[in-house]
């Protein structure tokens, strides 16, 4: 095996599930018939994809859900996982508030805030002891392709990713007066020149 292939995965190395793996290691200096010399030693293992599923049961409080790994996805899981535990972000997505300002004119047409609320209401439900936020994470990989793959990141560049997100679904852009003296009008078209991408407010910058 290559250098660079011995740190893919099994999986990235499309090595089938089922498929019988052989381990082989030289070892030196092992009693041999008439003598000491190099004996190769073999392993077998079989190996088998494990695919994380929602773990049903009830957990010791409400609201305290673990969430499954997909890959190296520990940095992702920390922030939901404060994410969940807001009260007043919480609330606002399982009382559906969010849905009187959500905007789905965005790219991922309000799915992302969608996704965010399943994930909190399995979280809450009190119903599972852990599960798998798959497809958040698919959603998240649509406005953040950085995040693709099994590899590791930093969970505060991924907090404000998903904040961004949910704000851009849900912000409501800040309008200004209109004005009918002329300099002030040439006023306003300067400052909105100036800033382009006018902030959007909403919880998400309330918090």
């Known amino acids: 095996m290559s250098k660079e292939h011995s740190k893919m995965t099994l999986d990235e190395l499309n090595i089938p599930s089922g498929s019988t793996i052989i381990i082989s290691k030289d070892i030196d200096d092992l009693p041999l018939a008439g003598g000491f010399g190099r004996q190769r030693d073999l392993s077998f293992a079989t190996y088998q994809t494990w695919v994380p599923q929602n773990e049903k049961g009830v957990p010791l409080q409400k609201g305290a859900c673990g969430l499954h790994n997909l890959g190296n996805t520990c940095f992702m899981n920390s922030a939901l996982q404060c994410l969940g535990q807001t009260p007043s972000l919480a609330s606002y997505f399982l009382n559906k508030q969010y849905l009187k300002q959500i905007n ?26 852990a599960i798998v936020p798959s497809g958040f994470r698919r959603t998240l990989i649509q406005i953040a392709p950085q995040f693709a793959g099994h590899g590791q990141h930093d969970s505060q560049e991924l907090l404000y990713f998903v904040l961004e997100g949910l704000n851009d679904e849900l912000g409501v852009k800040e309008t200004t007066p209109k004005t009918t003296n002329k300099e002030e009008k040439v006023q306003e078209k300067n400052t909105k020149e100036e800033n382009n991408k006018t902030d959007k407010t909403s919880l998400i910058t309330d918090l």
């Not at 789905?104 to 599972?128: A, C, D, R, V």
């Open 104 to 129: 789905n004119n965005t790219p991922t047409k309000g799915q992302f805030s969608h996704e965010f609320t399943k994930l909190l209401q399995k979280i809450w439900s009190g119903n599972y002891t």
